[in-house]
């Protein structure tokens, strides 16, 4: 059974990571050094340990739960007690193994993508800090510290993503994505300062407590657990504020495969499940979740058909998965959105570190200067394959087994159903759009400019980076059998268990995954004969359906509207700029005004003071007049 | 205890501006080094204080190292000093700023003795205003800190400096105006100058000469104004924008806290009951000027103005703690001016160094810097952080008690919808926050830039120190929840909450 100092250890040990980086290494070590990396690997595989301890301790635990004593942090007597704790549950040490094995992957493939990057060093060090806030995220045992490294993998994400900040893009993205995610944040911090309010405690088991006791009246409930959620729409890019992930494309490929694909933007997901008995017992938060999430999955899926860099298209299917998650957790509960999370990250990731790894060797993501890949990079075109069919749900695979447990809890809504079925379509169709277009046909080109590009001879990426996705690759595989058992669920106080033989066939017997494997089927045919065989002419297809190419293409002018309409136009220049004017013209006008006032007043009344004493006697004489006729008539 | 720290702390500024001004001649050296040294030790003994205050639960609303001497005695006025929570970390933020303030002018070459003798000055001054306990030399302590600043601003300044430092004077002198009739009509009534008797006895025992509510009114004007409270702001981002670096750093870090500090320490603590009855008004302008001054900032264009506008925002939230009326709604608001104070002091000492380094302050002509003057982008960047209420810094701590207290707070009818609207300013402090960081240092290396200097060593010091204490309140709030707390517990006493 593993104490608590080693959970805390969990956390602790990137935290050092980050210190020892940037405060003790950073400043005195060769750009070219590759000691920095080894730092953070050496913390992560310490921390992998851990956490397989952690989860095997977990699994054996009372109620899977390990208690962990508090420690006061802020105390105001009769005002606001904060303790800081840490939580080891089922959720927490699943949640431990997505991002310490995603990210000892991430950092093992950072050590050949990133090599030779001036900003080596700063890599690493925010690496090690992003880590240590993920990792603080899923421990936290209280709504104010998880909100604390909730705002904290945000930053991390924003320097991450801003990385290359001499490319203006990445700069944008960068601010973007913050500004973005802390309007979310709002409703987050909104419906932690309710419940609060309503239950003077920012512990969570508390309020799993209070709701599950139906001791807080169901519309707080609603309201918190909805801006609560708000807070998930944010992080996890759900719509309407999707619009952040896509462009978070600009910072290192790495690290959109740790941070945007596999755990960051799954920390949305993580809340809800976190909070799930207040999202349980308030239906319309739950059915809120529902809907959101199979609208974005379907909304996100249909951008990712046209697009043509290969990690927006990632990107728009990483919010269509999470849109799946929301819709699952809102569906069918913790286990389900959860569970389709682990397998997520393991694809996710992998897609991720092979786009980064053809982008080593092609110098580009414009999937139309790729091609012809297969041939020269084999172990990155079979796992990036073995990735996409599993993300198209097809079984064995681990996405099929996730995917196939959404889809059957939506079975009894008729419009889910139908969005969830419509995006596994799609899913199948983009990925194997990607795969036919990168690795099929023949080589055009790449591009000499940016970052690791080689120019006009692709080659396959180097030990260091092709293991890592090995590994990933094998977890694609594998990581769904866990729940071919039940055992997933049951871990997560769902379901029952049964046996491996019967649960590794039985999704035949049944007509929903059937459906759903054929459509998945559909979508990779389609994309075969469009963009492998040629039969169907991919341009002419889009000049078909050119309002809908459009509509896609141009993301639903969802980044005008923000960005120009309400942002440039309704806010900075109009409401902004006319208080800036109203201050400069009304309000300090009005100071001026009286300054300028009282110096024409001291001017005129100034011609009084004449100096002769004739017109003084005059005013002397009118004075008393005036007084003499005021206290005649008054007294 | 026989040694008298606070008359220490408060005179040895003004011994050192004695000596720079009068004994020195124009060795530059001497006079830096003088005035380094008067600064330093009333922070070592602020710290000294700091550390021996005592902090258990019986010394709620305690004043310790107290120093009482008649003064006038037919006004019943007297010398009389001492801190209490409320105070002490307010004169160790101005302590550390003004000896902060004096490295930071390090570089200064005009007119160095009266420059050095004005600042020490403004330090006594500021650090009188916390430290009396008496109305009167409360007055005159608030009434001093005008007479350096007019000169600092118009000699040192930049841009329309004479124009600025009028309207600063003239403004203040305006409030203070209505603040000496409100402590007349104090005087008046009660017959009592001493700050901690007025406190104990209220109002109720007394028929006063005036409306009580006009004289809470009275001295609201002049903490108002040096707040600055929307409408009374204006002269702010004039004076900051116009004055030399290190007196923007005074100003933003300790001087407009004096308006909060009066707030609680007289507005509130001796009208508990009028304050209650106002609170709403002044809550709803406490919002006004979180959005307002939030919105107005996203379209300055000048890098110095950006930042004095963005204290606007930034001092509304003083006001919202302060008129929630609640325990942690008003340590929060004593934590957001103590945070306020160093974040926004560093802002302007970077901004500062920014300028003199680049000589240029327009945000639409900097860019890249990142890469030409990295440790000032790191730095910064930090303070840009600390700025919009990132965790692990002391803008997180602070903004976050403000909420949570006003939100709980159950004084003022309809708090959390107000507290939302405040909440809401957050999202717009990190759209600015965020421009400007990448307006200045993001985004493509210009080569007009390339010899930019990076900060030097003696920098490097102060905005460590800086750095540290932002860091150190944020990670560990309680070492100052610990010292506010018991400061405010006897006003909220008075509050009956």
Redesign the interface.
Known sequence: MITPQFIWLIFLLPVFSFIIISFFVRPFVKAESRITGYILITALFTVLALSIWTLLSVMAAPHHEIPVPDINWVVIEGGVTIHLGLIADSLTAVMLIVVTLVSLMVQIYSQGYMHGDPGYHRYFAWMSLFTASMLGLVLADNLLFLFVFWELVGLCSYLLIGFWFHKPEAADAAKKAFIVTRLGDFGFLAGILLLYLNTSTFDIHELHKLAITGALASAILTWSAIGIFAGAVGKSAQFPLHIWLPDAMEGPTPVSALIHAATMVAAGVFLVARMFPLFEHSTEALTTVAVIGGVTAIFAASMGLVMNDIKRVLAYSTVSQLGYMMLGLGVGGVAIGIFHLFNHAFFKALLFLGAGSINHATGTFDMRLMGGLRRVMPWTYATFVIASLSIAGIWPLSGFWSKDEIVVSTASQPVLFSLAMITVFMTSFYMFRAVFITFGGDYRGGSQNEHGGHGSRPHESPKVMVTPMVVLAILAVVSGLWNVTGHFGTFMGHGQTHSFTYGFFHPFTQPLPWISLILAGLGILLAYAMYSKQWLSPEKTGNFFKPLYTLFYRKYWFDELYENIIVRVALVKGLFGSLKQFDNQVVDGAINGVARGTIAGGRAVRRAQTGQLQLYGLFIGIGILALVLVLYFAG | MDFNYLTIILFLPALGAFLVAFLLGNNAKAIKWTAAVFTFIPLLLSVILFACFDRS?AAAGLIQFEEKVSWIAPLNANYHLGVDGLSLPLVLLTAFLGFLAVLISWKIDLRLREYFGWLLILETSILGVFLSLDLLLFFIMWEIEVIPMYFLISIWGAGRKEYSAM?YV??TLFGSAFMLAGILGVYFTTGSLSIVDLALTGFDSFRTVIPIAVIFFFLLIGFAIKLPV??F???LPDAHTDAPTAVSVMLAGVLIKMGGYGMIRLCVTLFPNVAQTYAVLLVILAIIGVL?GA??T???TDFKRLIAYSSISHMGYVLLGIFAL???SL?GASMQMFNHGVVTGLLFAMVGLVMHNTNERDLRNLG?L??QVPVIAIVFSIAG?ASLG???TSG?AAE??V???S??STAVPGI?LY??LG??G??VT??YI??ML?RV?????LEKYNGTADADILERVYMFAFVAVIMLVGIY??IL?NVF?LGVSPVVGLLGG
């Open positions: 639960p309207k003239l403004y929307f409408p702001h204006t002269w307002y919105a107005v996203m379209r300055q609640g325990q942690v340590i890249g990142a890469r952080l990132l965790p692990t997180f976050f008690l909420f949570i207290g939100f709980t959390q507290t939302l909440v809401l957050v999202v990190a759209g965020l421009w990448q240092f993001y985004g493509p290396v709030p309680p929840t707390k």
